[in-house]
């Protein structure tokens, strides 16, 4: 006669593998968003940010307002890129360090399900930044544009979801704050330098050129010099509009790549 076995359950039960669950990301994105309501100073830093840099550029150039007009839809997608980038990495750094990752990952809540629900929290306040920001240069700075300002908004929107998914992906290689922002200079200002902001792409040196080709930000940039210039959708915005999600996507699938419990 055979004694009846009881089956262990594991101490940290396996994260699914299946496709992604709606209720599962949500509950994520939920938990991201309750916690960033109680810091004020990261919402005011994520809405306030961008609006005041672009005021402030607007009255820079305000003997010369072609000027802001070239610049300012340009700086319109790359300031919310910026802060994204900066808020996310440092935020989701203190889940990774807090542990609050490690616990998440011992549930069953898949990689893709976590990733997808800090994507889904953050790219809720990127289309509240994006808008704040594109409202504010074209209603009340004057920023004048031939295309429509919704396609500005557009292109502002997927920088910031870039900037979200560059801030996940660089937070697991940084073990504390300080070092997340160092990731900037690494990570950001190679881009701001070639996209084509201070000179055209093709004006650049060769190898110079080349390396922009292959920068997110290059294409960010010409996706909204298209809105300032062409009163219809491009060809080639619509292109640079897709290499900015695809980007996107790409770096949010390594930032799920990142996510690996370290206990047994």
Partial sequence: MTTPTTP???L???APTGP???SRTTATATRVLRQLSHDPRTIALLMLIPCVMLFLLRYVFDGSPRTFDNTGASLLG???LI?????TSIATLRERTSGTLERLLAMPLGKGDLIAGYALAFGALAIVQSALATGLAVWFLGLDVTGSPWLLLLVALLDALLGTALGLFVSAFAASEF????F??????PQLLLCGLFTPRDRMHPALEAVSDVLPMSYAV???????RHPDMTTAFVRDALIVAGCALLVLALGAATLKRRTP
């Fill in 20 to 22: 992604l669950s709606l």
């Fill in 184 to 189: 900037m200079p690494a990570v950001i200002f």
């Fill in 8 to 10: 262990i359950t594991p």
């Fill in 12 to 14: 940290h039960p396996a």
């Fill in 78 to 80: 790359i300031f919310p």
């Fill in 179 to 182: 070092q997340a922002v160092q």
């Fill in 222 to 228: 010409d996706g909204m010099n298209e809105v300032l």
């Fill in 83 to 87: 802060t994204m980038f900066l808020v």
